[in-house]
Structure formats: C-alpha cells, structure tokens
C-alpha cells in the first residue's frame, strides 16, 4: 500500500456506540491530521499529530478522541455521538508540521451517526 | 484568520467547453496555494499546487494561476470532459507558526454534461 489510507471506509453507527476510525501513512511523514468534511463547510481541522505528540486541538468535542500511537498510524476514538456528527473524516500526513510541507490525504471515512 | 470562498459553488457545462474556477481569500500572506478536485464521498486528490513566488503552475489541460495582491487564485481546465465531473477545492496555506495553517474553501461542484 501507498500513501495515506483509511477504514473503514463507510461507518453507520447510533449514538451510544463505540467505534474507532482508522489511518495509517505510508510515506514516512512525521505529521498527521484529523479533518471533518459537512455538507456545505469546508474543512474543518480536528487533530495534529507530530512526532505522536499531539499539538493541536481544534475546540474539538470530547467525544472524539485522538490517538497516535506511532508515526506512521492514527486513530480517531468515537463515542456518544450527535446526528450532526455525521460528515467524512479525511486524514492527512506531512513530513512535518509547518507551512512547507505538502498534505497528502487519505480515501476518507463517511460516518453516519442515527 | 484566513477565509478562503469560491464562487460559483455549483457549474455545468457542455463538454469540449473551457470553463474557470475562482478561489479568493482574504489574508494574502500565504505560503501556497493548492487545488483539489474530490470525487463524490472519496478523498482529495492535489491537482496543482502554486507557491506564493510562482504565477502558474500547468498540468495537462490544467492551468493554475495565484495572484498574491488581489487575493485570488483561477483554476483553468480546457475541452471538459464528463470525466472532470467533480468537486474542484482551493486551500490556501498560511505563513504562521502553528499547525492550523491550511485554509480550505467549499469548493465548485462541477458537472461536465456529455
């Protein structure tokens, strides 16, 4: 496998469900992102990840729950979800986290949250 | 903080036409510019990427330009095809310390009709 990948790739879920999304970067980055895709937003950025150390968070609510357990994966913890919770989460990696390093971006997760 | 709009969000356009997609944001200190285009429920595949010294950047029947002053950034694709059928995203990236440096907008819907 190259570049960035996710699963899964389609997540139905209710709201008192655990779930764990998933990525994984195959290009030696040390940077990774969690992003959230609405109908009719932009991008939203959620997590940064460098190094495994987590340096941002975007006012993101708790009951999303990063994990970066080493460079190359990252994790997205999921539990008591909304409705509106619902979007794709696009994962992305960087060689390092600064404004010279390209973003390369994973296939996506669509979850839908009943 | 950096806003990044597109306009129109939705185009159609007959096939064989060349057609421009505009991107304009408000904080003209940027490192780059990049284009994306998405396929429906899927992840963002980099099309061209401008660096802020550059004017344009060309791939095939693509042609970016970046016009640093004015804020704004066109995306030029010649003889659609149905195959460019797509969501086209323009992101500026900020020159700032920190990691939220990727400004995205919401992109142009396009449809290319056979």
């Known amino acids: 496998e190259t570049g960035v990948t996710q699963t899964p790739r389609h997540l139905v879920m209710g709201m008192t469900n655990k779930k764990s999304l998933k990525c994984e970067q195959h290009?030696?980055?040390?940077?990774m992102y969690w992003y959230k895709q609405s109908a009719k937003k932009p991008l939203e950025l959620m997590f940064v990840y460098s190094l495994e150390e987590r340096v941002e968070n975007n006012s993101v609510p708790s009951r999303f729950s990063p994990e970066c357990p080493n460079s190359s994966h990252l994790f997205l913890h999921l539990h008591t979800l909304q409705p509106e919770d619902s979007a794709l989460y696009l994962c992305?990696?960087?060689?390092?986290?600064?404004?010279?390093?390209?973003?390369?971006f994973g296939p996506g997760t669509r979850l839908t949250v009943l | 903080k950096q806003e990044v709009t597109q306009i129109p969000a939705a185009l159609s356009v007959p096939e064989g036409e060349n057609l421009v997609l505009n991107c304009s944001f408000t904080?003209?200190?940027?490192?780059?510019l990049q284009w994306f285009r998405q396929d429906p429920g899927k992840g963002l595949t980099s099309l061209l990427l401008?660096?802020?010294?550059?004017r344009e950047q060309t791939s095939g029947r693509l042609n970016a330009s970046l016009d640093k002053s004015s804020g704004r950034s066109t995306l030029y694709i010649a003889a659609s095809q149905p195959g460019d059928s797509a969501t086209y995203l323009c992101?500026?990236?900020?020159?700032?310390?920190?990691?939220?440096?990727?400004?995205f907008g919401t992109g142009t819907r396009l449809t290319v009709i056979p």
């Open positions: 290009l030696g980055h040390n940077a």
């Open positions: 992305a990696s960087s060689q390092r986290v600064n404004s010279y390093n390209e973003q390369f």
């Open positions: 401008i660096q802020s010294s550059q």
């Open positions: 904080d003209s200190a940027i490192y780059n």
């Open positions: 992101a500026a990236k900020r020159v700032q310390t920190g990691a939220n440096n990727l400004f």
